[in-house]
């Protein structure tokens, strides 16, 4: 028997008829075809059933048994990605991680322009592990909340009236709607479309007209929880694991899983929670999210080309590369002798860390701006830049101001190159390309790890 699928919800679901008991005639159900009958009973089954669904782990077997109708079904939530096309799978073995890199050629254009592949990478790389969605700063007190979206997950977290961090699929259970919207503070949530109102803690609390509804139970319908933990100044969510309500995340796991052996490193390198918020800068990038990543990941290779002011306040030759599990960090002296002025925000030593897939932390003087980038795309991403800083200067505003503006400088100088790489890569002059061995060992090791997620 070949099932359908369906997406009932944020699972692709599919549906067997039970092989025992069948009055519902002996075919695949397709979740989405059961509102269509307008028998009051049907519609509250089709309720239970979408509620039961949403629930279900991927790959969880569950035997649905109907209310008023002589039949079970069951039914088995898998992954998207489960059904990869041949297509997209043969796109991945295009790279090759195991050839050295002064041999090796970067990964195929299909990488950072083909659809179908940027929806698998959302499956396997963002839908797994942990991934920063925020700042602490977002949630500093009770009833604090911020939204986000990655990929096709709508989340939203807030921190509840016990002070605990929460964070759930921001979607209404009755028909879907968004339920909340930007960020603040808020006592509960209330569904903008027909009033739900659910808790801080998730819990449904008020369902309105519900009156005739039959077969529904108010405690199935609350948010659906995501696994949520915050390490230093971060916020970061599993979309992938169960998240039971009330569960707090053992913070030194989640450091382990993020960071691995890196974790220590950090958290004595002057990142941490001690520095001062200082504000955020966001921009839309039309490029593939990796080719930010790639940019990133040069060794400073294109530092002195492209961001002259930024070199004069850099020693370049002294930049290293270290490599860790999933993180690897680039680091380089301040240049003294050349600017003043430069060598006051960069400091003695800059770091730059990646944490794979997409979050980078950088550390310089007294400044740590972070750069999250969020796929939006094939060709398009978002980078949000959160910027901290020493306690000490937090009221410095000429200096904060001429920082900041550096730092846009910068930016809008790898956002020219970032979109110009884009647009070559949808080029058919070019295929894949090759990497300078002594500088960027790091974009190599981004790529390899990259394979591997994709290949689990
Ligand atoms: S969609 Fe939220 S109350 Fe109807
Ligand atoms: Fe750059």
Not at 49 to 55: G, K, R, W
Not at 66 to 88: G, M, Q, W
Not at 258 to 286: A, M
């Amino acid at each position: 028997m070949t099932p359908k699928g369906s997406q009932a919800s944020n699972q692709k679901c599919m549906v067997f008829p039970s092989l025992t008991n069948h009055k519902l005639p002996m075919r695949t159900y397709d979740i989405l075809d059961l509102p269509l009958t307008y028998d009051a009973n049907e519609m509250a089954m089709s309720m239970q059933l979408t509620s039961l669904i949403s629930n279900l782990r991927p790959r969880q077997l569950l035997n649905l048994n109907f209310p008023n109708k002589d039949a079970t079904l069951t039914c088995c939530a898998i992954r998207k990605s489960d059904h990869v096309v041949p297509e997209t799978q043969s796109l991945v073995h295009q790279f090759n991680p195991t050839t050295p890199i002064e041999e090796a050629v970067t990964p195929p254009t299909s990488w950072y322009t083909d659809s179908s592949f940027f929806h698998f990478e959302l499956d396997r790389v963002f839908y797994r592990g942990w991934q920063v969605v925020g700042t602490t700063e977002q949630i500093k007190d009770s009833r604090d909340f911020f939204t986000g979206r990655l990929g096709d997950v709508e989340y939203v977290v807030c921190r509840d009236d016990g002070g605990m961090v929460r964070a759930f699929h921001n979607v209404c259970r009755h028909h879907a709607s968004i339920l909340a919207s930007g960020s603040g503070k808020k006592s509960c949530f209330v569904c903008p479309y027909h009033g739900w109102t659910y808790g801080l803690n998730g819990i449904l609390l008020k369902a309105t007209r519900i009156s005739g509804m039959r077969n529904f139970h108010i405690n199935d319908f609350g948010l659906l929880p995501i696994e949520v933990a915050t390490w230093g100044p971060f916020v970061l969510l599993n979309l992938e694991k169960e998240s039971l309500p009330q569960k707090e995340v053992d913070s030194h796991n989640v450091s382990k899983e993020w960071l691995g052996s890196c974790s220590e490193f950090l958290s004595t390198s002057g990142v941490d929670s001690s520095l001062s918020y200082v504000c955020r800068r966001e921009y839309v990038i039309e490029c593939n999210w990796k080719v930010f990543c790639d940019n990133y990941l040069d060794g400073g290779y294109h530092v002195p080309y492209a961001h002259k002011g930024l070199a004069s306040g850099l020693k370049m030759d002294s930049y290293s590369i270290t490599m860790f599990e999933r993180v690897s960090i680039q680091s380089c002296e301040g240049s003294s002798e050349k600017s003043k002025e430069s060598y006051d925000r960069v400091g003695r030593k800059a770091i730059y860390a990646f944490i794979y897939p997409n979050f980078m932390i950088n550390r310089y003087g007294p400044w740590m701006d972070t750069n999250l980038v969020v796929p939006l795309g094939p060709n398009k991403c978002q980078v949000i830049f959160d910027y901290y800083l020493e306690h000490s200067l937090k009221d410095d505003t000429g200096f904060i101001e001429k920082s900041l503006q550096d730092s846009e400088e910068v930016q809008i100088e790898d956002i020219v190159l970032c979109e110009g790489v884009q647009k070559g890569l949808q080029s058919p002059a070019y295929s894949v390309g090759r990497y300078a061995p002594t500088v960027e060992q790091a974009m190599h090791h981004f790529h390899c790890l990259l394979y591997e997620n994709l290949v689990q």
